[in-house]
């Protein structure tokens, strides 16, 4: 019930807004970006299996012998099936007690509402080299339920005993019969954990800063390959979730990221492109704070708080895109898939450190939208005052695995602005005529 | 004349002797005939058949190797063995026991009281005389005289004393040997005295003449309790016997006499082997002057021989009671001349004592759950009981709930009655814990051990005999039947009987003695559960074990 939303929020990308323009600053000129992305009301994700399920899923348990034996109905009923079993020679029968055994089922409603803003800095250090900064705030908040339903058949197990129960285990059953939402709550609370029906957080994300560099070469005639490479630091700044909290979200992954991107596009007739990207990100091993469950059970009591080692899985992500611009006008569409591989969780406790690592692993097939409104051509040929790009994007998951639904939709504007490091226009044609190259200000396309 | 017919008839001597072999084949199966008159239960077929023995052979019950601890303590169960049953007792009535009767607290004062033999020892030169009247076998005499005059007040009156030799010595050792005797030896007879009913109902005589030997072993088993706890007082101020033990440090050590009627909350138990030291003496002087000493082996206590001795002395509580004793009226007759005090049935309730001491902590580690092979006095041991304990113990203490459950009309006093009111209550947790243990560790489906019904009994990861078998179910009906009243234990035996019926019986091996009296008790047993298939074979095996003990011979 921890992971009951995974919800790890990636807010990158907040400088693709000028992916359509010069894949690099030029020496001086920075860049501002500020944006909103808003992932509305989330009430499902995928699960290890890749289905969709609600979040609430992950409170739905049924209260049956086995799922008791198991200890995910907590320990005071394992203990209960525990007994019970014995009189079927611990050897479980199909019609036995055990297997009869049954209190009824829980359930679960889970919602949660995310939004994002998100500021972005860019700056060429030369001509080649760009250096972004940028950092996410996040609001979010999260409204659970808990439903308990079905018919409870321990008054029935208990008549069938009879006197060979003896009066802890009767004592049991009764406890057992009237087992509801309200004892589950409890147990919940007294298990140290905090109230769970509402949580509600604002903060930062994660911080990333990195460079960017490109060149592009001639192909031919209206032909032209433009590579783009970006390694890319990830700082913990983020929240992270509480090991007495059942269900905050993650704002950040908690631990440092170094990341290495690359893009090759083929631009064509100055006006089409066509791309694949792709991204690796080794992960640092971390500590935290986490309750360390003990076998099955999926409410590990207060003292069993522990300070864990996480080593991180790395991420992956490759994607193939398209796109068109035309004056002030842009649009493009992305397709991809990313993949976060498996943690590991060790420390000193003993206890079940697998429990921590399962669905950890996550993969998701995503499809992206993007449509922007510039006035960078206009701005240069003084047609226009200020140079902005506005920006629209839609991201949306196509299949996923104990992956959250990503679905956001996001606006955002980026300017410029010139420092003294800037040559001037006529600095700028110096260059080019030394170079036998022709090259436009900064805000002229790449081809 | 056959001899010289034949002569006549065959020249050829080959023919002789084929003649007289076949002439002695016919004598010889009309000789088993005639053994064999007693009819065949009508509409069955052979017991051998039954029993899957198909050798052909004559399946004959072998006395041979009978008196050992085991069989006898199926036989105290059973009472259908009167052959076995008289042969035992009578053994014990005749036989030399670890304590001579010479030193049985009883004949001690008798003779230590007797005025003439005083006189004499106090005139000079009187000790020869003395010596003469108390000769060793003129002693032997009179207490057999002695014993003979309180069995003519036997109920139907005994003439036991002109038919066998008998003696009153205590803690005769059924395998031991003098001067050691064990209390799992003495177990099987005291149950005897007990279960039998030919004394205790007025039904048939277990030895088909009278009750005497029933009797004389009822004194005997009374006098060796009371020297084992030391309840008897000597003229010299302290106690005869007195072999009770007590917990030091992880064993037991020798605790001396304890008199329970002083309401002492002392722990003690009796257990294990005990030897015997004395000066040897003749009669009289060992009556008068010795003190003998009792040594103890130190072995473990163990549940099973505490849960059967617990089970004797419910018995014995149970035939005891002042409500029971209808047909018994004559031993406790003629008030202070009668043969048993009025309170005799107190007596067993000493060992009560022994179950407050071992139960809660030294055999049940109530964290875990487990109930012990041996007691534990440091609480260190975790050896779990076995299955066969396990069901004796449960018996036990089931025979003492029952019989506690209406102590209130045994005419027990207030403060006895204020101890023992409780002790069904306290009881029931231990049984519970006993028959969980039995379905959790030893009961399993019966295909996991080549069987193909219900559910089979095992332990040590085998499935277990027709004995074991036997005497566990007998535990689990008791109990389901006296006081657990659970559809799910019903069901788990009903179970149990199928696997027992229908492949445990049906295993063709050769049955000893032993298996054929616990067939007869399982199938007492299984007349609770009529109308299932195994059940009816479960009936049908215990008339055929009848008839094979009744085929037996000595």
């Given at each position: ?6 919800f790890y929020l990636v807010v990158t990308g907040f400088f693709s807004g000028v992916s359509f323009a010069q894949e690099t600053l030029p020496r001086g000129i920075g860049l501002y970006q500020l944006g909103q992305r808003t992932y509305g009301?989330?009430?499902?994700s995928w699960?290890?299996?890749g289905?969709k ?61 995310v939004n994002a803003r998100f500021v972005g800095f860019g700056f060429g250090i030369n001509d080649s080299l760009t250096f972004f900064f940028g950092v996410p705030w996040i ?65 930062y994300g994660d911080v990333r800063i990195g460079l960017k560099t490109s060149f592009a070469s001639r192909l031919g005639s209206g032909l032209k390959l433009v590579t783009v490479v970006s390694p890319t630091l990830e700082i913990p700044t983020g ?12 704002f950040g992954k908690?631990y440092y990221s170094l990341g290495l991107a690359v893009e090759e596009r083929l631009v064509i007739a100055r006006s089409f492109w066509i791309g694949v990207d792709g991204s690796v990100a080794e992960n640092f ?27 991180p899985g790395d991420d992956v992500d490759t994607a193939g895109s398209l796109g068109f611009s035309f004056r002030w006008i842009s649009a493009a569409y992305r397709i991809g898939l990313k993949r976060h591989f498996g943690d ?16 950890s692993a996550t993969y998701q097939q995503y499809q992206q939208a993007k449509l922007s409104f510039s006035t960078a051509d206009a701005y240069k040929k003084r047609s226009f005052p200020i140079p902005f790009i506005l920006s629209l994007g839609a991201n949306q998951p196509i299949v996923g695995k104990n992956s959250s639904d990503e679905t956001y939709y996001e606006i955002s504007i980026a300017s410029f602005f010139a420092t003294p490091m800037a040559r001037s226009d006529r600095q700028v044609k110096d260059k080019k005529r030394k170079a036998g190259k022709k090259r436009g200000s900064f805000l002229t396309k790449t081809n | ?554």
């Amino acid at each position: 019930m921890k992971t009951l939303i995974h919800f790890y929020l990636v807010v990158t990308g907040f400088f693709s807004g000028v992916s359509f323009a010069q894949e690099t600053l030029p020496r001086g000129i920075g860049l501002y970006q500020l944006g909103q992305r808003t992932y509305g009301l989330q009430v499902d994700s995928w699960n290890a299996d890749g289905e969709k399920v609600s979040l609430g899923s992950r409170f739905d348990r049924s209260f049956d012998g086995q799922s008791m034996l198991s200890g995910k109905a907590g320990a005071d009923l394992k203990r209960l099936a525990d007994e019970l079993l014995k009189y079927e020679g611990n050897n479980p029968q199909a019609a036995g007690l055990l297997n009869r055994l049954h209190l009824g089922r829980m359930s679960g409603d889970v919602k949660a509402n995310v939004n994002a803003r998100f500021v972005g800095f860019g700056f060429g250090i030369n001509d080649s080299l760009t250096f972004f900064f940028g950092v996410p705030w996040i609001s979010a908040s999260v409204q659970s339920a808990l439903y308990f339903s079905g018919e409870n058949n321990a008054q029935a197990i208990k008549k069938e005993l009879g006197d060979l129960a003896y009066d802890e285990l009767k004592q049991g059953l009764d406890r057992a019969s009237v087992v509801n939402e309200q004892q589950i709550r409890q147990n919940i609370l007294d298990a140290g954990f905090a109230p769970f029906e509402k949580w509600e957080h604002s903060g930062y994300g994660d911080v990333r800063i990195g460079l960017k560099t490109s060149f592009a070469s001639r192909l031919g005639s209206g032909l032209k390959l433009v590579t783009v490479v970006s390694p890319t630091l990830e700082i913990p700044t983020g929240y992270t979730e509480k090991p007495d909290l059942l269900t905050d979200v993650s704002f950040g992954k908690g631990y440092y990221s170094l990341g290495l991107a690359v893009e090759e596009r083929l631009v064509i007739a100055r006006s089409f492109w066509i791309g694949v990207d792709g991204s690796v990100a080794e992960n640092f091993t971390t500590t935290l704070e986490k309750r360390l469950p003990e076998g099955n059970e999926n409410l590990p009591a207060a003292d069993r708080k522990t300070t864990v080692k996480l080593a991180p899985g790395d991420d992956v992500d490759t994607a193939g895109s398209l796109g068109f611009s035309f004056r002030w006008i842009s649009a493009a569409y992305r397709i991809g898939l990313k993949r976060h591989f498996g943690d590991t969780y060790t420390g000193a406790m003993d206890g079940n450190y697998e429990a921590l690592s399962a669905n950890s692993a996550t993969y998701q097939q995503y499809q992206q939208a993007k449509l922007s409104f510039s006035t960078a051509d206009a701005y240069k040929k003084r047609s226009f005052p200020i140079p902005f790009i506005l920006s629209l994007g839609a991201n949306q998951p196509i299949v996923g695995k104990n992956s959250s639904d990503e679905t956001y939709y996001e606006i955002s504007i980026a300017s410029f602005f010139a420092t003294p490091m800037a040559r001037s226009d006529r600095q700028v044609k110096d260059k080019k005529r030394k170079a036998g190259k022709k090259r436009g200000s900064f805000l002229t396309k790449t081809n | 004349m056959l001899i010289m017919l034949t002569n006549i008839l065959f020249k050829n001597s080959f023919w002789l002797l084929l003649v007289l072999a076949l002439t002695a084949g016919c004598v010889a199966e009309t000789k088993k005939k005639a053994s064999t008159g007693r009819p065949h239960v009508s509409g069955l077929a052979e017991p051998e058949e039954f029993f899957g023995n198909f050798s052909g052979e004559h399946l004959r019950v072998s006395r041979s190797g009978s008196y050992n601890v085991e069989t006898l303590w199926a036989l105290a169960q059973c009472e259908c063995d009167p052959v076995l049953y008289k042969s035992f007792m009578e053994r014990t009535a005749n036989g030399k026991g670890v304590l001579p009767q010479i030193l049985m607290p009883s004949v001690r004062e008798e003779i230590k009281s007797n005025t003439a033999l005083q006189t004499l020892q106090k005139i000079p030169l009187g000790g020869l005389l003395a010596d003469f009247f108390a000769s060793d076998e003129k002693l032997a005499g009179r207490i057999r005289e002695g014993l003979a005059e309180k069995l003519t007040r036997a109920p139907g009156g005994s003439s036991l004393a002109s038919r066998l030799d008998i003696r009153f010595d205590g803690f005769t050792p059924v395998a031991g040997r003098a001067p050691s005797f064990s209390v799992m030896d003495q177990i099987p007879r005291w149950m005897a005295v007990f279960s039998a009913d030919g004394l205790w109902t007025g039904a048939e005589t277990v030895d088909g003449s009278d009750h005497g030997l029933q009797t004389l072993e009822l004194f005997r088993s009374l006098s060796e309790w009371t020297y084992m706890i030391g309840l008897d007082e000597n003229t010299d101020g302290g106690f005869y016997g007195g072999l009770t033990l007590r917990a030091d440090g992880a064993g037991a050590v020798m605790n001396g006499p304890i008199d329970p009627r002083k309401g002492s909350d002392s722990k003690w138990f009796v257990s294990g082997a005990y030897t015997l030291k004395y000066d040897e003496k003749n009669a009289r002087d060992l009556a008068t002057s010795v003190k003998e000493t009792w040594s103890h082996n130190n072995e473990p206590v163990t549940l099973d021989e505490q849960a059967r001795l617990w089970h004797v002395a419910a018995r014995a509580f149970g035939r005891l009671r002042p409500e029971n004793r209808k047909s018994v009226a004559t031993l406790f007759a003629g008030g202070e001349e009668a043969l048993l005090p009025a309170d005799s049935h107190t007596l067993p309730l000493a060992f009560l004592a022994s179950i407050d001491t071992l139960l809660p902590e030294a055999f049940i580690d109530r964290d875990v759950r487990l109930i012990r092979a041996s007691a534990s006095f440091d609480g260190k041991s975790s050896t779990p009981a076995s299955l066969l304990a396990l069901s004796r113990l449960v018996r036990a203490l089931t025979s003492w709930s029952q019989e506690l459950k209406t102590a209130d009309q045994a005419g027990l006093n207030a403060e006895t009655l204020r101890k023992v009111r409780g002790a069904p209550e306290e009881l029931l947790p231990a049984i519970q814990l006993a028959v969980q243990t039995i379905l959790a560790n030893h009961v399993a489906p019966a295909v996991h051990y080549n069987g193909s019904y219900g559910l089979a009994l095992v332990d040590n990861g085998k499935a277990v005999k027709i004995a074991e078998a036997s005497e566990v179910l007998l535990a689990l009906t008791e109990v389901e039947a006296q006081l657990l009243d659970s559809e799910f234990l019903r069901g788990r035996i009903q179970q149990i009987f199928d696997w027992y019926g229908g492949d445990l019986l049906q295993s063709g091996a050769d049955i000893s003695e032993r298996e054929l009296l616990w067939i007869k008790t399982a199938a007492r047993a299984a007349e609770r559960y009529a109308g299932d298939r195994a059940q009816v074979w479960v009936k049908d095996a215990g008339k055929y074990a009848d008839e094979l003990l009744q085929r037996g011979s000595l």
